[in-house]
């Protein structure tokens, strides 16, 4: 069920072994159909619905993570098996396997571990949620690692994982117009402990600590003085990062040096102790590692201010995460808004009164989020990104910085989150070469 990237993956994966398969997208032109009429044009397919007969002749269901347990269901007078593309890569899966999830940081830890096995030589699958499929990444010989970026979606319906090693790096809200309640997303987030050798900890998010049982192998982290295994202290007035007593490195040292990349750089880590990668090729990549696109980027001073691209906040955690990190108190100028995903906005509140001087407001649910920050900040409505970014030029003094970070998603106004941010990016480029139309103000 579902023709994007995963319901093809799947459709290509079982058919090269032989094994008969439907697909199927209630959409009536989803998004891997020219693929799937090119390269497998014997397969049958439906669009536009959902087919009970179908469904129910299956011998199993193979459920895209865009779409809940439910889709399936209604649809079912049988008892039919319903999986993720993730339970069918483990069952052919021959390396070990890391899996990643959390509210917010799991591409970029994805990302710095599989960098990290990378530079220690070994040979190393990195995917998942990330943005290639699980099955993708089988390949023949087997490499000696797979790094996977796991979603609560993908993990609802995941049943075998058998991890090496696991994480989940923070539980905030997300994905509230998919579960019924904070607990429900949380509980898919905990399957992704279900059989893992080592599970790795944050220390300092008592959601996800609770979930330790202290007689299981494990580490933790932290960003407090000795709070976990991996943590930060000060070394000779130095800020360090820390395995147990043992100094690592100095954050000094680090190109990514906010508070949230150290939480990033722990966890990456301690993921790499629990698979036994060397240590010093993990440092070095630790120090080198320069981050992913679209997350809390310094695009440029413009207007004599500083303008970053955070356009992957794409939820509230991400946002107060990314206004914290600039530690820049009453000088922020945010842009925000999107699709809100059913989020609470109300956490917002506390952080834009201290950090922020204004917040300018774009998208489907820009009135939900003024409505949580009401008498905090001076608020803009603004109906595109260009009037957004102009809004915001007229705005900004020296000092400041213009942060889009929207807590929403983008699918109201943009193809998803990295034609945001680049749409945003160029914007204000074009602020200097005066591309700019100041007439629109
Ligand atoms: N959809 C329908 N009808 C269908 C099938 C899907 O309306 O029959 C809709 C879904 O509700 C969703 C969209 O189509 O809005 C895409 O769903 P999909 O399951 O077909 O998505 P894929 O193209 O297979 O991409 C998925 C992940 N997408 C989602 O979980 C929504 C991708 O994560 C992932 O990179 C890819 O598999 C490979 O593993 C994206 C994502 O947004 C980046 N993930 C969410 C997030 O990070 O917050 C969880
Ligand atoms: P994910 O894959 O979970 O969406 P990303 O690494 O893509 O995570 O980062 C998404 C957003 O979350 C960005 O705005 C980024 O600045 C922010 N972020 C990254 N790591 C963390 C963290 N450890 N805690 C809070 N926010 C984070």
């Given at each position: 069920m579902g023709m994007g990237k995963t319901g093809i993956a799947c459709a290509q994966f079982l058919n090269q072994r032989g094994i008969p398969v439907r697909i199927m997208d209630n959409r009536a032109q989803p998004p891997g159909l020219s693929i799937l009429r090119n390269t497998l044009p014997d397969i049958p397919y439906l669009t536009g619905e959902f087919n009970a007969n179908w469904l129910n002749q299956a011998q199993e269901i193979i459920l895209s993570p865009?779409?809940?347990?439910t889709e399936a269901t209604a649809h079912l007078t049988n008892s039919i098996p319903i999986c993720s593309e993730i339970e069918l890569f483990t069952r052919y899966a021959n390396a070990p396997i890391v899996a990643i999830t959390g509210s917010n940081g799991k591409s970029t830890v994805t990302t710095w571990l599989g960098a990290m096995a990378k530079q220690a030589g070994w040979q190393v699958q990195v995917g998942g949620n990330l943005g290639?499929?699980?099955?993708?990444?089988?390949?023949?010989?087997?490499?000696d690692l797979y790094v996977l970026e796991l979603s609560s979606f993908q993990l609802e319906t995941t049943y075998h994982l058998q991890a090496k090693a696991a994480v989940i790096l923070n539980l905030s809200e997300d994905h509230m117009d998919r579960y019924a309640c904070f607990e429900d997303y949380k509980a898919a987030k905990q399957r992704i402990y279900q059989q893992t050798a080592i599970k790795i900890f944050n220390a300092d998010d008592a959601a996800v600590l609770?979930?330790?049982?202290?007689?299981?192998p494990h580490f933790t982290f932290s960003l407090?003085?000795?709070?976990?295994d991996f943590h930060v202290a000060m070394e000779q007035g130095e800020l360090c990062l820390y395995y147990q007593t043992q100094p690592l490195l100095p954050v000094s040292s680090m190109r990514l040096t906010s508070a949230i990349m150290r939480a990033n750089a722990l966890a990456a880590l301690a993921l790499a102790k629990a698979i036994d990668l060397p240590l010093v090729p993990c440092l070095k990549t630790v120090q080198e590692f320069t981050g992913l696109a679209h997350r809390c980027c310094w695009i440029g001073r413009k207007q004599n201010a500083d303008w970053f691209n955070d356009?992957?906040?794409?939820?509230v955690g991400a946002t107060l995460a990314a206004i914290q990190g600039l530690e820049r108190p009453k000088q922020i100028i945010l842009i925000a808004g999107g699709q809100?995903?059913?989020?609470?906005?109300?956490?917002?509140r506390e952080t834009v009164l201290a950090h922020c001087r204004a917040c300018i407001l774009i998208g489907e649910d820009a009135q939900l989020i003024a409505q949580a920050l009401t008498e905090t900040v001076p608020l803009y409505f603004e109906t595109s990104m260009e009037m957004a970014v102009h809004r915001a030029a007229q705005l900004a003094g020296s000092g400041d910085a213009v942060l889009l970070s929207p807590a929403c998603a983008s699918f109201d106004m943009f193809q998803n989150y990295e034609h945001r941010g680049e749409v945003f990016t160029k914007l204000v480029q074009g602020l200097e070469s005066g591309e700019f139309d100041h007439s629109k103000a």
């Open positions: 865009g779409l809940a347990l290639t499929p699980a099955l993708k990444l089988l390949t023949e010989p087997a490499p609770a979930m330790r049982s202290p007689d299981h407090h003085p000795y709070q976990g356009s992957k906040g794409t939820n809100g995903k059913g989020a609470d906005f109300s956490p917002l």
